[in-house]
């Protein structure tokens, strides 16, 4: 380990690094069906897209400031931000109030937890992307949570890497100016 290096990692550790980060969501699940797939969000309305897996892997930046993520290539007219919607994972404008937060390891935390998110089909979704594909839902009780829907976490991994957090680490290191 050089000095850089450790320097990096000192840095990582105390959170000292705040500009924002251009990543992608990655599930990460003990089924095999799902584990290592990207989160990718599809227009299902005008203004509202729903999170869907395996359709693509979108390009977030995430203001670790206040923890939004938003796609800035959605609308010229509104930020797209990353939300809950009751049971809905959805990318649309009108944030509001403070909903993710991201653990020390880079996962995904809504309400306290990394184990709510669930992926599931045919769920009536308006334009019925999810005969197709898994669609990404919210449950706080796995017992609520559709019945044959495989649970995950969501990992936030930077969009210049491909897996490991020592990478991820040096990269941001070269990357951030600030
Ligand atoms: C993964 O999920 C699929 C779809 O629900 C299911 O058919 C399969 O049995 C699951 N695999 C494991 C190992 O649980
Ligand atoms: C999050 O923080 C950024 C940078 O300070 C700010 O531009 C943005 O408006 C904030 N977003 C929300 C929803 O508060
Ligand atoms: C959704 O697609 C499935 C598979 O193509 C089809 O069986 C179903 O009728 C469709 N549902 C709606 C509401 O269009
Ligand atoms: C947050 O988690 C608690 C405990 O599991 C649950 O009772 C509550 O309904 C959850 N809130 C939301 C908004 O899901």
């Given amino acids: 380990m050089n000095l850089r290096t450790l320097v990096t990692f000192a840095a990582i550790i105390t ?29 299902e309305s005008l203004t509202v897209s729903y999170m869907f897996l395996g359709t693509g892997i979108e390009r977030f930046t995430w203001e670790t400031t206040n923890n939004t993520f938003f796609d800035t290539t959605v609308s010229d007219m509104y930020v797209a931000y990353l939300q809950r919607w009751g049971n809905l994972i959805v990318v649309a404008a009108g944030y509001t109030d403070s909903q993710f937060t991201v653990s020390p390891c880079n996962y995904l935390v809504v309400n306290g937890s990394e184990r709510v998110f669930y992926a599931a089909k045919s769920t009536n979704d308006p334009a019925n992307y999810s005969s197709s594909y898994y669609q990404v839902l919210y449950y706080a009780e796995e017992e609520d949570a559709p019945d044959d829907s495989i649970p995950f976490s969501v990992y936030v991994e930077s969009a210049d890497t491909t897996s490991s957090s020592i990478q991820t680490a040096t990269l941001y290191s070269t990357d951030s100016s600030s």
């Fill in 15 to 43: 959170g000292v690094l705040t500009a924002p980060k251009d990543v992608h969501l990655i599930a990460k699940s003990d089924n095999k069906t799902i584990d290592g797939v990207g989160l990718c969000s599809i227009r």
